[in-house]
């Protein structure tokens, strides 16, 4: 393959490439490992997770005394620092009730304490940031989420969906040093799992968290934002249709360099895991029986629905969060009548009713997956499969089934949430289980039969991710198409199915230059 001034020039046999060489060719032997598309994510999080990483981060442990001993040793580095925080700890090490104030008490008494999980719709506290949020047991749960209570009615330090802002509001605001040097290290990370282009799921203020648009902007005046980005602002959902102009400016205002805000990004649900996601059919109650909740849909369907066409018709890209089926219904119905070029997506897709998988291709809306949610771990077998519905457990990341109806499929990581790596993700996406972590059911793959061939995962985590990050010049490796490449260690397509996983990166290009080198 041959590149000149970012671009890729020509795909030609080997014994031809001495025509495109000159005194001045960089030549690149691949030694027998797999030139690819530069992968891309379609839903991610990165300043968020580069705050993780630079902060108090549980992510890479497993145990309730790791967890609590990393706090520990992060507050005794940082005595100067008013909060504590950070995250990345997984709610199946605490079981069902969740972590207490208390565990945190114990190491860290003088200062408030505030640790997102992993998947950023819980936060394990302290007792001392619950007292200065004036957090007791008479504090109202909010409407789009709930405190953790003991059988007193005391908070025990979780805090759920909506409820995590009853804290977050009081968090420092970081410096812009600060948010940019976590751009950079998320942005090197990602760079490192091949990962050239990606969907930004917020632009804006949630939860608490500050709009990351500033920091990319200083980053591209900088010069030092080397990937390709799309940035989904974020629908504030206790507003209306009065917000589409402001989003309309800022889309004009944020739009510059290797940044597009083209997208607008709708919540429309919770979890599984703290019973928020929107499903069709009540919750069990973890023995069997089942309950009157039906999680919640954050934007009532009818406002859903005229959101959605007026942002079409101003020709935003609308990018839904979907859970649940009844969620993933909602925004289905939603996006009828809209326009296919948009390139509208509904991201993680847990359960969606058999129904409804066929209207993905009907209207042109890209399914984006999370495949490395798609296994037997601790989280199903203890937080998720106890509590759905049986029926609704066999319905779970059907994406084989999305694939044959002719839908666009994505790929995603949602990463801080899970890892990043798209290998890990093809590995899932093909066999059902994580590459060498069994989990509690052994070697036995989740939902088999909705597996994806290599061919399917490695196009969702390159051409389409790249068709819905509107990136129409990468993806694929061919004539006139940019040069953002990734090059592995060896061919996952010679290799058994079951060694996908085993690959590595070893460099990663944009614009024919590269951003990594193992």
Not at 300 to 318: C, I, K, N, T, W
Request: aromatic share 6%.
């Amino acid at each position: 393959m041959a590149v000149s001034h970012g671009r890729i020039v020509q795909v030609v046999p080997e014994e031809q490439a001495r025509t495109f060489t000159g005194s001045a060719t960089t030549v690149v032997d691949l030694a027998g490992g797999l030139l690819a598309p530069g992968f891309q994510d379609a839903h991610v999080h990165p300043i968020q997770g580069g705050l993780e990483r630079i902060r108090c981060d549980l992510t890479e442990l497993s145990t309730v005394e790791e967890y609590v001993e990393a706090v520990a040793a992060y507050a005794r580095r940082n005595p100067d620092l008013p909060w504590v925080t950070g995250g990345g700890w997984a709610m199946p090490t605490f079981g069902p009730a969740g972590p207490r104030a208390a565990q945190l008490d114990a190491v860290v008494p003088d200062r408030p304490v505030f640790l997102p999980n992993r998947d950023h719709h819980g936060a394990w506290v302290n007792s001392l940031a619950l007292r200065i949020a004036g957090v007791d047991r008479h504090a109202p749960d909010p409407s789009d989420g709930r405190l953790e209570r003991d059988s007193d009615g005391e908070p025990t330090g979780l805090l759920h969906e909506g409820a995590m802002t009853l804290v977050q509001r009081l968090l420092p605001t970081p410096s812009n040093q600060e948010s940019y040097r976590a751009l950079m290290v998320a942005q090197e990370y990602l760079h490192s799992v091949g990962v050239t282009a990606w969907q930004d799921a917020i632009l804006g203020d949630y939860a608490g968290m500050d709009d990351p648009s500033p920091t990319y902007l200083d980053a591209i005046e900088r010069g030092t934002l080397t990937a390709r980005v799309r940035g989904a602002l974020w629908w504030e959902r206790d507003r209306g249709l009065e917000q589409v102009p402001e989003l309309v400016e800022r889309r004009r205002a944020q739009t510059r360099g290797r940044l597009d805000a083209g997208s607008v990004k709708v919540m429309q649900d919770g979890v599984a895991e703290n019973y928020t996601a929107a499903m069709t059919l009540p919750y069990r109650d973890g023995r069997g029986g089942h309950t009157s909740n039906t999680g919640l849909s954050f934007v009532d369907p009818a406002l859903l629905r005229a959101a959605v066409a007026r942002l079409d018709a101003e020709g935003f890209q609308v990018h839904v969060h979907a859970i649940g089926d009844r969620a993933v219904r909602e925004s289905l119905d939603a996006f009828e009548g809209t326009h296919r070029d948009r390139r509208h997506h509904i991201a993680h897709l847990q359960v969606v009713h058999p129904d409804d998988r066929p209207r993905f291709a009907a209207l042109g809306v890209a399914a984006t997956m999370q495949p490395l949610w798609a296994v037997y771990d601790e989280q199903m077998a203890d937080l998720t499969l106890p509590y759905l519905d049986e029926q609704q457990s066999r319905w779970q990341y059907p994406f084989a089934d999305l694939a044959r109806s002719g839908a666009p499929l994505a790929a995603g990581s949602d990463w801080p949430v899970s890892s990043p790596d798209p290998l890990q993700g093809i590995h899932v996406a093909v066999n059902r289980r994580a590459y060498d972590d069994p989990g509690p059911a052994g070697t036995e793959p989740f939902l088999p039969e909705q597996a994806l061939d290599v061919t399917q995962a490695f196009a969702a985590y390159t051409s389409g991710s790249a068709r819905v990050n509107h990136l129409d010049r990468t993806g694929r490796v061919a004539p006139g198409m940019l040069a953002d490449l990734v090059v592995l260690d060896r061919d996952p397509f010679g290799t058994p199915p079951e060694e996908i996983g085993a690959a590595s990166v070893r460099a990663t290009y944009v614009d024919g230059q590269p951003v990594h080198q193992a």
